[in-house]
């Protein structure tokens, strides 16, 4: 859905009655994946596509209905005997597709931030209380929020701390509620199915210094949701068949490809700097100190931290930005090996994005999950 935003942009403003239809699961074959989306404006219109062709037909009635009657549904295509409307797929596989009329003001707020280009992440209810069928909830750039579910408070609360959750991590799927906003893992007659879609490029990962310990956070990193990039001066150490998890692997020095793309980084951004190595280090660290990212983290003893600080010092960084250094990484969790010492590092990028302590939950009062972040 949130891919259209620019196509329907005009519809939008004109005022023009539409529909959409989102994919929101799959199986099999499918041809396109959740979040995959076509719409109809009143005057028969279409933009988008939820098969490649193979049951646009049905889902263009469908929109139509939806533009009629004003309710939302959600209709499974695929082979299965027990689908009423059945629709076969050319390459096999299941579609579930969720349509639904246009207009509402959380909907329109999704779209106009994707157009934008602004991070947003849509939750609508696509099963469960007819009541509820195609309420949504958007979150703006992790922040601002419009729309509510008009039913328990602790629903809405539940599903924005989710969609918060997966637009951090770029990521699109369902989640299933019971009504008072807890989770559970299969849906009931009462409980409600959320298709939660987030616009946004995944949080980047840079990893400084091709060592075996970088090629355990970059394996972390990818399961994270990262886009994760490797980098090192040195062309023998920063090769693709040792970091084939990595989205990139680039050979250049640290510094200087920081520099080049410091333009395109934002406030998710980590990074990791492992070389242990001052000629690297300093005018690595000098520059992304002086960056807004989430967290810059150097690896090595305590001795070669209180150097690296002498050297910092030297430049012209301040306290303030000297203090959001994390040396050395991690936390303390006696971390040995190279993935060990990778679930180290990202304990503390997850506790400091979430301003959390780190320390166990056991020893802690309040709620588990904090909204200090």
Not at 16 to 29: D, I, K, M
Not at 153 to 166: K, N, Q
Not at 307 to 332: F, K, Q
Request: hydrophobic share 45%; aromatic share 4%; charged share 20%.
């Amino acid at each position: 859905m949130l891919d259209l935003g620019t196509e329907i942009a005009a519809w939008r403003r004109a005022g023009t009655p539409y529909a959409l239809a989102t994919v929101v699961r799959v199986s099999g074959s499918a041809p396109r994946p959740p979040g995959a989306a076509l719409a109809v404006a009143a005057d028969g219109t279409v933009v988008g596509s939820v098969s490649g062709g193979c049951v646009e037909g049905a889902v263009y009635e469908l929109c139509r209905e939806a533009l009629d009657s004003g309710t939302p549904v959600l209709q499974r295509f695929g082979y299965s005997d027990e689908d009423a409307f059945a629709v076969g797929l050319t390459c096999g596989g299941v579609l579930d597709v969720f349509v639904r009329p246009g207009g509402d003001a959380a909907v329109e707020a999704a779209l106009a931030a994707a157009e934008r280009d602004i991070p947003v992440a849509a939750a609508q209810v696509v099963a469960g209380p007819a009541e509820l069928l195609g309420a949504v909830i958007t979150v703006i750039a992790d922040a601002e929020v419009i729309g509510t579910y008009g039913a328990d408070p602790a629903l809405d609360a539940s599903v924005i701390d989710t969609a918060r959750a997966m637009l951090n991590a770029g990521r699109t799927g369902l989640s299933t509620l019971r009504p008072d906003g807890r989770p559970c893992p299969e849906a009931g007659p009462d409980d409600i199915t959320v298709f939660v879609e987030s616009r946004t490029p995944p949080p980047r990962l840079l990893v400084y210094g091709a060592i075996d310990f970088a090629a355990a956070v970059a394996r972390m990193g990818k399961l994270l949701g990262y886009h994760v990039t490797v980098c090192d001066a040195r062309e023998v150490f920063a090769t693709r068949r040792r970091f084939p998890e990595a989205d990139e692997v680039v050979v250049d020095w640290p510094h200087r490809h920081l520099a080049s793309i410091a333009p395109s980084l934002d406030r998710r951004t980590v990074v990791t700097v492992l070389t242990h190595d001052p000629k690297f280090d300093i005018p690595l660290l000098d520059l992304a100190l002086r960056l807004d990212l989430a967290y810059v983290g150097a690896m090595g003893s305590r001795r070669t931290h209180e150097a690296r600080l002498t050297r910092l010092r030297e430049t012209t960084l301040t306290e303030r930005e000297l203090a959001a250094l994390h040396s050395p990484i991690g936390l303390d969790l006696g971390a040995r090996t190279p993935e060990e010492t990778a679930l180290s590092i990202f304990a503390e990028v997850i506790a400091t994005h979430h301003a959390a302590t780190g320390l166990p939950l056991r020893t802690a009062t309040g709620p588990i999950h904090s909204k200090a972040a």
